[in-house]
T-cell receptor, first 116, second 113 residues
């Protein structure tokens, strides 16, 4: 099993450009999450999904959109990138709470995004 | 809303010694999970240890153990026999009934030879 994978690993954008980050998991998990990590801030939740076709806002959703058309994929979109969106982005997935018994989230390797 | 506080931005320890990282949290929920994640320079988030709030016994995983004080809302991580490979950023995290993780800001641990 590959676990949670993220594409791309690195990206540089110019202000105003758009892009999509792809997260894929092969563990048949229901829940998926997108976080951003900034120095001194820990990880903050952007958006999440509790199942195929559903999405919800997290702590810092502004400037981002997401889609979960297939259970195994969770896409994060930036329509018009801004320098404030320079960050490391992590995707995570989790089994249905209660099934695994511990609500553990499994993380991808991260994507470093720089917006100039 | 839940909050997680890690009051030690940086810590250092000598190899083979013991170090304790602090974490406090705030919640009104009665059942929840607490986690410690390790993030080495590779950037990968690695689960170190987990604790279920309704379990009174403190979790242990080899050299890693926690001191869970539910009434005080405290969840500290003890690393025994520290190794150079333990050098990393450590994050405390909380999840409750909404299944969303709330992270602390992290503690950078350096293990010195």
């Amino acid at each position: 099993n590959a676990g949670v994978t993220q594409t791309p690993k690195f990206r540089v954008l110019k202000t105003g450009q758009s892009m999509t980050l792809l997260c894929a998991q092969d563990m048949n998990h229901e829940y998926m999450y997108w976080y951003r990590q900034d120095p001194g801030m820990g990880l903050r939740l952007i958006h999440y999904s509790v199942g195929e076709g559903t999405t919800a806002k997290g702590e810092v959703p502004d400037g981002y959109n997401v889609s979960r058309l297939k259970k195994q994929n969770f896409l994060l979109g930036l329509e018009s990138a801004a320098p404030s969106q320079t960050s490391v982005y992590f995707c995570a997935s989790c089994d249905l709470p209660g099934l695994a018994g511990d609500n553990e989230q499994f993380f991808g390797p991260g994507t470093r995004l720089t917006v100039l | 809303a839940q909050t997680v506080t890690q009051s030690q931005p940086e810590m250092s320890v000598q190899e083979a010694e013991t170090v304790t990282l602090s974490c406090t949290y705030d919640t009104s929920e009665s059942n929840y999970y607490l986690f410690w994640y390790k993030q080495p320079p590779s950037r990968q988030m690695i689960l170190v240890i987990r604790q279920e709030a309704y379990k009174q016994q403190n979790a242990t995983e080899n050299r890693f153990s926690v001191n869970f004080q539910k009434a005080a809302k405290s969840f500290s991580l003890k690393i025994s026999d520290s190794q150079l490979g333990d050098t990393a950023m450590y994050f405390c995290a909380f999840t409750g009934s909404n299944y969303k993780l709330t992270f602390g800001k992290g503690t950078l641990l350096t293990v010195n030879p």
